[in-house]
């Protein structure tokens, strides 16, 4: 699906790809032709990636740490810049997932997930905006949002709350980073990996789809399929081709590519003076109409 897009010669760190779609990404990116780091917390998933991208004729090395520390995303970037002598992507993918309605929800569960998520984002964007600084020549950040961060979704209070703020960056960085040639993105991907098997109603479609059955075309439509499907888009967000496009959150999987609106108010009116509370009260009928329908995370 990648091979018309040629980036030999680019180097990606690409976090939390030792398993799922951070994999998929990793060897995408390798089979194109980039030099990957590999980010996992976990050393064997780390490897066993890394070994997968060099036996199909890539180029990998694995970089074993949790991400959300400076510390952590330092050492990604000079590890990618010591084996292969710069840096030129940075895909954000790595964070945990605790599924907790707000009343059940501890700290230590709310740290675990925005640390990885949103504090990893932050500090591994940064570490490499000072890289593509330093050398010169632009660079891509490819920062991984959720329907969830969207739309919201039940029991994803500490994820969604994430994911949202990682949209937003999208538009704080591609602004910030825009005089030294550096692109922002956001991926918002759907695929039927082992985390949406934890979804009732595909948990029995994920594993039909891992012995081998391709996924019903009706869900490819509405925008879910393989991991693989999601690949060609960070492919694209990484490659010269892509120099233009910044700023942009995609919804991306299956049979389904789309672009997020960004946000805007829907209705405006004015009252000389400002309002009361009672004032509210009464004008709230008129305003009815505006006001945002709730829905779900798809």
Known sequence: MSDDIDLTGRVAVVTGSGRGLGRAYAEALARS????????????????AVDAITAAGGTAVAEVCAVGTTQA???????????????????????????RTLLKLTDEELDLVLDSHLRGTITCGRA???????????????LIGSPAGQSGGFG???YAAAKA????????????LAKIDVTVNAVVPKALTRMAATIPALADIVSKVEAGEPVPPELRRQGTGTVEDV??????????????????YFSFGGDRFAIWAHPAESF????????????LA??????AQHLQRHTKAG
Do not use: H
């Open 33 to 48: 032709g980039a030099a990957v780091v590999v980010n996992d917390l976990d050393a064997d998933a780390a490897t066993e």
């Open 73 to 99: 995303a330092d050492a990604l970037v000079e590890r990618a810049v010591k084996e292969f002598g710069r840096l030129d992507v940075m895909c954000t993918n790595a964070g945990a997932l605790r599924d």
């Open 128 to 142: 490499a905006a000072r890289r593509f600084r330093e050398q010169g020549g632009g660079g891509r950040l490819i």
């Open 156 to 158: 994803q209070t500490a």
């Open 165 to 176: 703020a990682i949209i937003a960056l999208v538009r704080v960085w591609s602004v910030e």
């Open 231 to 248: 690949t060609p888009l960070v492919v694209y967000l990484s490659s010269p081709e892509s120099a233009a496009i910044t700023g942009q």
């Open 268 to 279: 405006v009116t004015y009252r000389d003076g400002g309002w009361t509370p009672a004032q």
């Open 282 to 287: 009464a004008d709230f009928a008129g305003y």
